[in-house]
């Protein structure tokens, strides 16, 4: 790492946060005191920009570094990642986008308590939605302080350190002074730049092999040692029955999380209406899937070019690929081309977790605030003090990410994620499709399947090789390994749903018809909605 690819990057880091500050100061400026403003930005989005904020959510430091670097050192599988990530958009789009507008005023509980009893209903879903936010937002700041670090030439623990509080710092002024207004500038200037980036350096390779895409694959086959393996399935996951269960399980967890993020779901009340909803997942399905094809290119680019032993050399997890990509297309180490590419990735992959921090900052600090809150002091919640509690939320949330941050700074950041996915997947889909569709969907139904896909997750994960039992785990010095897959999303999601028909056939309440025909009626129609 050269001084002048620390300076470049330096310079450019130090603009993106003034042009977001100054975003910031300008939004805090207007009325920000009622809680349709601060957590949905006034409705005011038109779907093309609610559509380039939802793509800025969803593009996270893990897309744009982690899957290309799986790619090039595990070709054909770490491509799966890429049509996960992509068709769980199809799952928003014709089960959630429209319903969950028309249902819900700014969180996931709202859809659920519109036809139960409110009290335990938002306390459970504020919990799950605070619980996959933070898991979320420790990926990201792990991300923060491993490969920003790493970027800037400083991997020492001290830089780490800093870049974890700076980012952490950063996130809590753009959501309790701007709110979800100037949140959704900051994850459109960032989808503007990290699409820009991606197109420019695709445009690159393809540059490089003349067009010829066959060549690019073959090219990448010859370098990854594997040969024609490597263009096929089972480099990552073929080796034994464990490892494509462990598969099975994180294509589940991606393909059904997405729906029940909470700082997905939240961006669909920014806009005024339900066929604005739909239309804005339809751009982002565009924006989306044109990144993650863009993705394949440069994680089998980086393989032809730079060579996966390279790659694993600067980043074990793949982590650098894209980065490395990008000093070998301008021209190499020490050059200005190479030097000035290489910022630029630096520049964006900062940008992208920065905007990515804030909506979910947004989104659990409006769970706490809009939930847990209003459900406990439900009469003393007015609409301002609510906004005053998200606030202060923000920064307690901000603080403890940090402290997470920091004390996971070694775990693998894809993991993180895989795991946000599938507790969203295991807790939040399940209700919120029962409430949607199922008529006898009853209060105890919904708890149940909250902490029935809640628990299980997370109680899965401690009990499996990435935290102990493994030269590779948490804790490999001990070993209280009892369940054999990463990710637990092939146990804990059919749980979900399996405690909530459990909780509601065993329940004697009766199903409210009336609410439920009012819920079915504004859900597809949008009539009473907000």
């Known amino acids: 790492?050269?001084?002048?690819?620390?300076?470049?990057?330096?310079?450019?880091?130090?603009?993106?946060?003034?042009?977001?500050?100054?975003?910031?100061?300008?939004?805090?400026?207007?009325?920000?005191?009622?809680?349709?403003?601060?957590?949905?930005?006034?409705?005011?989005?038109?779907?093309?920009?609610?559509?380039?904020?939802?793509?800025?959510?969803?593009?996270?430091?893990?897309?744009?570094l982690g899957i290309s670097g799986l790619?090039?050192?595990?070709?054909?599988?770490?491509?799966?990642?890429?049509?996960?990530?992509?068709?769980?958009?199809?799952?928003?789009?014709?089960?959630?986008?429209?319903?969950?507008r028309n249902c819900g005023r700014f969180t996931l509980a709202d859809v659920v308590a519109a036809r139960m009893r409110e009290r335990p209903v938002r306390i459970a879903a504020g919990t799950s939605s605070v619980t996959v936010s933070v898991m979320y937002l420790v990926a990201q700041m792990v991300g923060a302080g491993s490969?920003?670090?790493?970027?800037?030439?400083?991997?020492?623990?001290?830089?780490?350190?800093w870049t974890v509080i700076g980012v952490g710092a950063l996130m809590v002024i753009y959501v309790s002074l701007g709110g979800m207004r100037a949140t959704t500038w900051i994850q459109i200037v960032k989808a503007v730049l990290l699409l820009g980036g991606t197109v420019a350096l695709t445009a690159l390779v393809l540059v490089r092999f003349h067009g010829d895409f066959d060549r690019l694959l073959r090219t990448a086959a010859e370098r990854s040692g594997h040969g024609e393996a490597f263009l096929a399935p089972g480099l990552?996951?073929?080796?034994?029955?464990?490892?494509?269960?462990?598969?099975?399980?994180?294509?589940?967890?991606?393909?059904?999380?997405?729906?029940?993020?909470?700082?997905?779901?939240?961006?669909?009340?920014?806009?005024?209406?339900?066929?604005?909803?739909?239309?804005?997942?339809?751009w982002s399905i565009g924006l989306i899937g044109g990144f993650y094809l863009m993705t394949i290119v440069l994680g089998f680019g980086a393989a032809a070019l730079v060579g996966p032993g390279a790659v694993r050399a600067s980043n074990a997890a793949g982590n650098t690929a894209v980065p490395l990509l990008a000093l070998d297309l301008g021209g190499g180490a020490g050059s200005t081309g190479g030097?000035?590419?290489?910022?630029?990735v630096a520049a964006v992959?900062?940008?992208?977790?920065?905007?990515?921090?804030?909506?979910?900052?947004?989104?659990?600090?409006?769970?706490?605030?809009?939930?847990?809150?209003?459900?406990?002091?439900?009469?003393?919640?007015?609409?301002?003090?609510?906004?005053?509690?998200?606030?202060?939320?923000?920064?307690?949330?901000?603080?403890?990410?940090?402290?997470?941050?920091?004390?996971?700074?070694?775990?693998?950041?894809?993991?993180?994620?895989?795991l946000a996915f599938a507790v969203a997947a295991s807790a939040n889909l399940p209700v919120l499709l029962y409430s949607l569709f199922w008529r006898g969907f009853?209060?105890?139904?919904?708890?149940?399947?909250?902490?029935?896909?809640?628990?299980?997750?997370?109680?899965?994960?401690?009990?499996?090789?990435?935290?102990?039992?493994?030269?590779?785990?948490?804790?490999?010095?001990?070993?209280?390994?009892y369940f054999p897959l990463q990710n637990p999303g092939l146990v804990s999601i059919p749980l979900g749903f399996l405690t909530g028909w459990l909780g509601t056939v065993t329940s004697r309440e009766v199903p409210d018809e009336a609410k439920h025909a009012e819920t079915e009626v504004r859900s597809l129609t949008g009539a009473g909605a907000v």
Not at 150 to 158: M, R, S, V
Not at 339 to 344: G, I, K, P, R
Not at 394 to 417: E, P, Q, S, Y
Request: overall charge positive; aromatic content about 10%; cysteine-free.
């Open 236 to 282: 990552a996951y073929g080796g034994d029955w464990t490892s494509r269960f462990d598969f099975i399980s994180l294509g589940l967890a991606l393909v059904l999380g997405t729906a029940g993020l909470p700082h997905i779901l939240s961006r669909f009340y920014t806009v005024p209406t339900a066929r604005a909803a739909r239309r804005s997942v339809v």
């Open 147 to 161: 490969l920003v670090a790493l970027l800037l030439g400083g991997t020492t623990e001290a830089a780490r350190t």
């Open 349 to 418: 992959a900062f940008a992208t977790i920065l905007a990515v921090v804030a909506g979910i900052t947004l989104a659990s600090s409006a769970s706490v605030a809009h939930d847990l809150y209003a459900s406990l002091r439900r009469r003393d919640a007015k609409p301002r003090s609510e906004v005053a509690v998200a606030r202060i939320a923000a920064v307690g949330i901000g603080a403890v990410a940090i402290a997470l941050g920091l004390l996971a700074r070694d775990l693998n950041v894809a993991f993180l994620v895989g």
């Open 1 to 64: 790492m050269t001084g002048d690819h620390q300076t470049l990057a330096l310079l450019l880091f130090s603009t993106f946060v003034a042009v977001t500050l100054a975003i910031t100061t300008w939004v805090s400026r207007k009325r920000q005191g009622s809680a349709e403003e601060f957590y949905a930005g006034g409705r005011l989005f038109s779907p093309m920009e609610n559509g380039f904020a939802i793509a800025g959510d969803y593009m996270s430091a893990a897309s744009f």
């Open 442 to 481: 009853t209060t105890r139904g919904a708890v149940w399947s909250v902490y029935g896909g809640l628990v299980p997750s997370v109680a899965l994960v401690l009990l499996s090789p990435v935290v102990s039992g493994s030269p590779q785990a948490l804790f490999p010095g001990v070993d209280f390994q």
């Open 71 to 100: 790619i090039a050192l595990y070709g054909y599988d770490g491509m799966l990642y890429s049509v996960g990530f992509l068709v769980a958009w199809l799952v928003v789009l014709f089960l959630v986008a429209e319903l969950v």
């Open 339 to 344: 030097t000035v590419l290489f910022a630029v």
